[in-house]
């Protein structure tokens, strides 16, 4: 039988704030356990939450990001359920009436382009953390993280493959790093997705038991979940077996999921809302500026990349693929302007393949975005050629200095004197008779046998362009 | 509407309230006479408004995104039941 894949993405992003979602306590990942856990987090009796401007700010940010429908008036819901985690015994979340409405992003996989809905975004608060391996009879819990804000990012059941999913939370993870509402540190657990996959046989309309995979830390890791879970359900059903909703744990290291003790049972979280908080209202004027202050996103950057710098889709859709990316190429443009098809050739390129293999982030490059476009400069006037930049950059690399200073230094710098050329293009002619014959008689390839004798002779200093048509008139 | 003992166990169950069988039944009639008196709200015409989320006229004043608040753990961590190095201790829950 043939199967289809069916999946929903849900994506905890936690937002950048530099407080709480209902107190003043810090947000600082890697404190001390427990030293940001103020009275309003462990949910001591009196206190008040307080929502914070920022949280709010931001969630507007991505609805607009994501062409959604923001609910100028929102409310916050208790969801109840016992876990030492969670002090209050609820965590503030919201269900009916949630900020973020419905909207829609786009995944490239491979040629196509794919509309994926995005079914609703809401705040919340995250819970603390339980540490089982710390004490032999007791679970250590750290309560820090308790009141961290969250945007739950729900999308709709529209991805057909592992690889469609991957692509969506690539995208996803990109446009809250552009809109700056998220540091996008998965390690740290600030963007962490939840995925909803189940099978039916193609053609049918109606969706088949959905099982939940949690505890996926790195899009590899989702990829792996993912088959790995319509591999099972493909099992169960070939077998005459049903499928159970249930949560199921990936383990990376056994390369498995397996399922949870049922957390509480389903619908049973009595939500209702939260009486210490009021409806939000957002009015037009905050909305209005928000639109105003949004910075270019992802997607109007590549149609710009396009249009004005006349780079291919390809390219436009690579380089606009991370903010951190995409800030070193432009910063590379500066002084480059005329040559950005090169600029995205050499980050595309050389400095990518540097950093793959040294395993490096783009940010991180021992090779500044500034001393990368200086180098391309030096191609751009025609100082070096294309060649010896490749060796010029690896010396960058390697903290020889900058591409002026290793030019120089290795005495790189192009011959471009044409009477110096001419002399040793002479020479080559003369002593080699049967090569010129060869040409003669229309034999163009031969062409490069010169080019190589003459790069060889100048140790690959003479510019190719100057060299070219020098060789062409002398031979003709 | 009206509920079983059965559901209103099950709700006890979930808040984690210990109830005799003496209190589950009156537990029950209680519950029941509170929802028959809620269902009056069932003959009126509610389609065209708004459900309502807080009983009072006012909508949520926001705070500012500052951190004021200093580390306090030592006298939040003196009335817990039990401590360890800087972490509140819970009986061990298993995954």
Same mark, same amino acid.
């Given at each position: 039988?043939?199967?289809?894949?069916?999946?929903?993405?849900?994506?905890?992003?936690?937002?950048?704030?530099?407080?709480?979602?209902?107190?003043?306590?810090?947000?600082?990942?890697? &404190?001390?356990?427990?030293?940001? &856990?103020?009275?309003?987090?462990?949910?001591?009796?009196?206190?008040?939450?307080?929502?914070? %401007?920022?949280?709010?700010?931001?969630?507007?940010?991505?609805?607009?990001?994501?062409?959604?429908?923001?609910?100028?008036?929102?409310?916050?819901?208790?969801?109840?359920?016992?876990?030492?985690?969670?002090?209050?015994?609820?965590?503030?979340?919201?269900?009916?009436?949630?900020?973020?409405?419905?909207?829609?992003?786009?995944?490239?996989?491979?040629?196509? =382009?794919? =509309?994926?809905?995005? $079914?609703?975004?809401?705040?919340?608060?995250?819970?603390?953390?339980?540490?089982?391996?710390?004490?032999?009879?007791?679970?250590?819990?750290?309560?820090?993280?308790?009141?961290?804000?969250? +945007?739950?990012?729900?999308?709709?059941?529209?991805?057909?493959?592992?690889?469609?999913?991957?692509?969506?939370?690539?995208?996803?993870?990109?446009?809250?790093?552009?809109?700056?509402?998220?540091?996008?540190?998965?390690?740290?657990?600030?963007?962490?997705?939840?995925?909803?996959?189940?099978?039916?046989?193609?053609?049918?309309?109606?969706? #088949? =038991?959905? &099982?939940?995979?949690?505890?996926?830390?790195?899009?590899?890791?989702?990829?792996?979940?993912?088959?790995?879970?319509?591999?099972?359900?493909?099992?169960?059903?070939?077998? #005459?077996?049903?499928?159970?909703?249930?949560?199921?744990?990936?383990?990376?290291?056994?390369?498995?999921?397996?399922?949870?003790?049922?957390?509480?049972?389903?619908?049973?979280?009595?939500?209702?809302?939260?009486?210490?908080?009021?409806?939000?209202?957002?009015?037009?004027?905050?909305?209005? @500026?928000?639109?105003?202050?949004?910075?270019?996103?992802?997607?109007? %950057?590549?149609?710009?990349?396009?249009?004005?710098?006349?780079?291919?889709?390809?390219?436009?859709?690579?380089?606009?693929?991370?903010?951190?990316?995409?800030?070193?190429?432009?910063?590379?443009?500066?002084?480059?302007?005329?040559?950005?098809?090169?600029?995205?050739?050499?980050?595309?390129?050389?400095?990518?393949?540097?950093?793959?293999?040294?395993?490096?982030?783009?940010?991180?490059?021992?090779?500044?975005?500034?001393?990368?476009?200086?180098?391309?400069?030096?191609?751009?006037?025609?100082?070096?050629?294309?060649?010896?930049?490749?060796?010029?950059?690896?010396?960058?690399?390697?903290?020889?200095?900058?591409?002026?200073?290793?030019?120089?230094?290795?005495?790189?710098?192009?011959?471009?004197?044409?009477? &110096?050329?001419?002399?040793?293009?002479?020479?080559?002619?003369?002593?080699?008779?049967?090569?010129?014959?060869?040409?003669? @008689?229309?034999?163009?390839?031969?062409?490069?046998?010169?080019?190589?004798?003459?790069? %060889?002779?100048?140790?690959?200093?003479?510019?190719?362009?100057? +060299?070219?048509?020098?060789?062409?008139?002398?031979? $003709? | 509407?009206?509920?079983?003992?059965?559901?209103?166990?099950?709700?006890?169950?979930?808040?984690?309230?210990?109830?005799?069988?003496? /209190?589950?039944?009156?537990?029950?009639?209680?519950?029941?006479?509170?929802?028959?008196?809620?269902?009056?709200?069932? /003959?009126?015409?509610?389609?065209?408004?708004?459900?309502?989320?807080?009983?009072?006229?006012?909508?949520?004043?926001?705070? /500012?995104?500052?951190?004021?608040?200093?580390?306090?753990? /030592?006298?939040?961590?003196?009335?817990?039941?039990?401590?360890?190095?800087?972490?509140?201790?819970?009986?061990?829950?298993?995954?």
């Amino acid at each position: 039988m043939q199967w289809e894949t069916v999946i929903g993405l849900e994506i905890h992003a936690q937002l950048s704030t530099k407080s709480k979602i209902f107190s003043s306590a810090s947000t600082q990942f890697g &404190a001390k356990p427990n030293s940001q &856990a103020c009275a309003v987090d462990l949910g001591l009796p009196g206190v008040l939450p307080v929502l914070n %401007k920022e949280a709010v700010n931001k969630a507007i940010k991505f609805g607009l990001a994501v062409n959604a429908h923001i609910n100028q008036r929102n409310v916050f819901d208790r969801k109840n359920y016992f876990y030492p985690d969670l002090p209050k015994g609820y965590q503030i979340s919201q269900l009916d009436w949630p900020i973020v409405g419905e909207g829609e992003i786009d995944i490239v996989v491979g040629e196509n =382009t794919k =509309t994926i809905g995005v $079914t609703r975004a809401h705040l919340e608060e995250d819970a603390g953390k339980s540490i089982h391996d710390l004490y032999d009879d007791y679970t250590a819990v750290d309560l820090n993280r308790a009141g961290t804000p969250l +945007l739950e990012i729900v999308s709709e059941p529209d991805m057909r493959s592992a690889k469609e999913a991957v692509a969506y939370a690539k995208k996803i993870h990109a446009l809250v790093q552009y809109i700056g509402i998220c540091d996008g540190n998965m390690q740290e657990g600030s963007f962490r997705c939840d995925a909803n996959v189940s099978i039916r046989p193609m053609g049918q309309e109606k969706l #088949g =038991t959905r &099982a939940e995979l949690k505890n996926i830390n790195s899009f590899k890791f989702l990829e792996k979940a993912i088959n790995l879970e319509v591999e099972r359900q493909q099992d169960i059903l070939e077998d #005459g077996g049903e499928v159970v909703q249930e949560t199921r744990l990936y383990d990376a290291v056994k390369h498995e999921t397996r399922s949870m003790r049922s957390k509480e049972e389903a619908n049973d979280y009595r939500y209702f809302p939260d009486p210490d908080l009021l409806p939000v209202e957002i009015s037009n004027e905050l909305l209005a @500026s928000i639109k105003a202050d949004l910075p270019e996103l992802p997607v109007e %950057k590549k149609a710009r990349f396009i249009a004005e710098l006349g780079l291919n889709e390809y390219d436009a859709d690579v380089l606009t693929s991370q903010k951190s990316l995409a800030d070193y190429f432009e910063t590379m443009l500066i002084g480059n302007e005329s040559n950005a098809k090169l600029c995205a050739n050499w980050v595309m390129g050389e400095l990518s393949a540097l950093l793959n293999k040294n395993q490096i982030e783009i940010q991180d490059s021992p090779v500044s975005a500034q001393e990368l476009s200086l180098l391309i400069q030096r191609i751009g006037d025609d100082t070096i050629s294309g060649k010896i930049a490749k060796d010029v950059f690896k010396a960058m690399w390697d903290g020889e200095g900058s591409a002026d200073q290793i030019i120089d230094a290795k005495g790189l710098k192009q011959m471009t004197d044409t009477g &110096a050329i001419e002399a040793i293009v002479d020479e080559i002619i003369a002593n080699n008779a049967p090569q010129v014959e060869q040409f003669k @008689s229309g034999n163009e390839k031969i062409l490069g046998f010169f080019v190589g004798q003459a790069m %060889k002779a100048t140790q690959g200093k003479a510019n190719p362009k100057l +060299l070219n048509e020098m060789l062409r008139s002398k031979l $003709t | 509407m009206s509920l079983s003992e059965e559901q209103v166990g099950q709700i006890a169950y979930l808040a984690r309230l210990s109830l005799s069988d003496e /209190e589950l039944q009156s537990n029950t009639k209680d519950l029941n006479s509170i929802l028959s008196l809620a269902e009056q709200l069932a /003959e009126i015409k509610t389609d065209d408004i708004t459900p309502m989320a807080h009983p009072l006229h006012m909508t949520q004043r926001l705070r /500012e995104d500052k951190v004021t608040e200093k580390d306090q753990s /030592e006298s939040f961590q003196a009335i817990a039941p039990k401590t360890g190095k800087r972490h509140y201790l819970v009986p061990t829950v298993i995954e």
